[in-house]
């Protein structure tokens, strides 16, 4: 019964998930000099992948949450602990999010997982690590567990994956995000994407926006309706969420998986929370923190005490992939 226990008390204003969830992006810096590699995809667009070497055996691919990068707060924090921990990184910047604009039409979605598993095995093919290790983030967290539970031939150099903050359930997790209380988030999430489909539209003039919608568009389901259900070839919003969503690949996950959600993330629906997949799958482990908000799991405002999801990561992949 891998649903593990949670030791996370932070401090009394951290308790609050709001508070959690805005300071992390806010006041949370961390430096990296990543080296930058630009890899062509197999229908001739691009991913920018950002390294993180320190000379060890063992690399961590990081994939990050919805209009994320390699420079999200949480990508640079768990790189910097990683990297001292004694594993390379290495951040994949899904299509469009590395700051230019990818080459096609399409760019990523939720359960655009075949976009992983080709950089999981150009990093099998052109380096000799002897063990890969994803670590993913809301969106990325949904992307990591889908792949682990969809793909059959996953190399053996892929040892398992962390998955922090997951919607794994996408249909009642977007009709949570729609509510009034995670409005100031939903509009920050929809000014980038708006933004984003105006300069596909001028690029792409055979790609049909609406701007007028578009500029009321105050919903997921508005951007789905007009970008994410015709370019990628779905029914509906509906039919999206419902193949997009990682849950249902969870008891196929056949490598030791640990997903972190907290209690207080208001991201998330009580759907996803995958108590009976933990209890009974071998290899898929949940913590369930009461507090943590969304991707934050901050405890104090001392740099030095802001370790705990980073610390969770690093034993889970030092004791269940028996990995130093």
């Given at each position: 019964?891998?649903?593990?226990?949670?030791?996370?008390?932070?401090s009394?204003?951290?308790?609050?998930?709001?508070?959690?969830?805005?300071?992390?992006?806010?006041f949370?810096?961390?430096?990296?000099n990543?080296?930058?590699?630009?890899?062509?995809?197999?229908?001739?667009?691009?991913?920018?992948?950002?390294?993180?070497f320190?000379?060890?055996?063992?690399?961590?691919?990081?994939?990050?949450?919805?209009?994320?990068?390699?420079?999200?707060?949480?990508?640079?924090?768990?790189?910097?602990?990683?990297?001292?921990?004694?594993?390379?990184?290495?951040?994949?910047?899904?299509?469009?999010?590395?700051?230019?604009?990818?080459?096609?039409?399409?760019?990523?979605?939720?359960?655009?997982?075949?976009?992983?598993?080709?950089?999981?095995?150009?990093?099998?093919?052109?380096?000799?690590?002897?063990n890969?290790?994803?670590?993913?983030?809301?969106?990325?967290?949904?992307?990591?567990?889908?792949?682990?539970?969809?793909?059959?031939?996953?190399?053996?150099?892929?040892?398992?994956?962390?998955?922090?903050?997951?919607?794994?359930?996408?249909?009642?997790?977007?009709?949570?995000?729609?509510?009034?209380?995670?409005?100031?988030?939903?509009?920050?999430?929809?000014?980038?994407?708006?933004?984003?489909?105006?300069?596909?539209?001028?690029?792409?003039?055979e790609?049909?926006?609406?701007?007028?919608?578009?500029?009321?568009?105050?919903?997921?389901?508005?951007?789905?309706k007009?970008?994410?259900?015709?370019?990628?070839?779905?029914?509906?919003?509906?039919?999206?969420?419902?193949?997009?969503?990682?849950?249902?690949?969870?008891?196929?996950?056949?490598?030791?998986?640990?997903?972190?959600?907290?209690?207080?993330?208001?991201?998330?629906s009580?759907?996803?929370?995958?108590?009976?997949?933990?209890?009974?799958?071998?290899?898929?482990?949940?913590?369930?923190?009461?507090?943590?908000?969304?991707?934050?799991?901050?405890?104090s405002?001392?740099?030095?005490?802001?370790?705990?999801?980073?610390?969770?990561?690093?034993?889970?992949?030092?004791?269940?992939?028996?990995?130093?």
């Amino acid at each position: 019964m891998p649903i593990l226990h949670s030791n996370f008390t932070p401090s009394l204003p951290f308790k609050n998930g709001h508070f959690n969830t805005i300071y992390r992006p806010l006041f949370v810096k961390e430096e990296i000099n990543f080296k930058r590699k630009r890899i062509t995809t197999w229908d001739s667009d691009f991913i920018d992948l950002d390294f993180s070497f320190v000379k060890s055996d063992t690399l961590v691919l990081l994939i990050h949450g919805l209009e994320g990068s390699s420079s999200s707060s949480y990508m640079l924090t768990a790189t910097k602990y990683l990297n001292n921990t004694g594993f390379d990184t290495v951040c994949m910047n899904l299509r469009g999010c590395s700051g230019e604009d990818n080459l096609l039409l399409g760019t990523y979605h939720s359960g655009k997982t075949d976009d992983v598993d080709f950089v999981i095995n150009y990093l099998n093919k052109t380096y000799s690590y002897k063990n890969i290790v994803i670590v993913g983030f809301s969106l990325g967290g949904n992307l990591s567990l889908k792949y682990l539970g969809e793909y059959s031939d996953i190399p053996e150099v892929v040892k398992g994956a962390v998955a922090v903050s997951v919607p794994v359930d996408l249909t009642t997790s977007q009709a949570e995000l729609s509510k009034f209380k995670n409005k100031i988030y939903l509009s920050e999430f929809l000014k980038t994407m708006k933004s984003k489909l105006i300069a596909k539209a001028e690029r792409f003039p055979e790609f049909e926006l609406d701007r007028k919608l578009l500029a009321k568009a105050n919903k997921f389901r508005h951007i789905e309706k007009q970008y994410t259900v015709p370019v990628f070839g779905f029914k509906s919003s509906e039919d999206y969420w419902e193949k997009a969503s990682s849950r249902p690949y969870i008891p196929k996950i056949k490598h030791p998986t640990l997903l972190i959600n907290s209690l207080d993330d208001s991201f998330l629906s009580k759907e996803c929370y995958p108590y009976d997949e933990a209890e009974k799958v071998a290899n898929f482990y949940l913590i369930t923190p009461n507090y943590g908000g969304h991707v934050g799991f901050l405890s104090s405002f001392t740099k030095t005490q802001n370790n705990w999801l980073e610390k969770k990561m690093v034993q889970f992949i030092k004791e269940k992939m028996n990995l130093v």
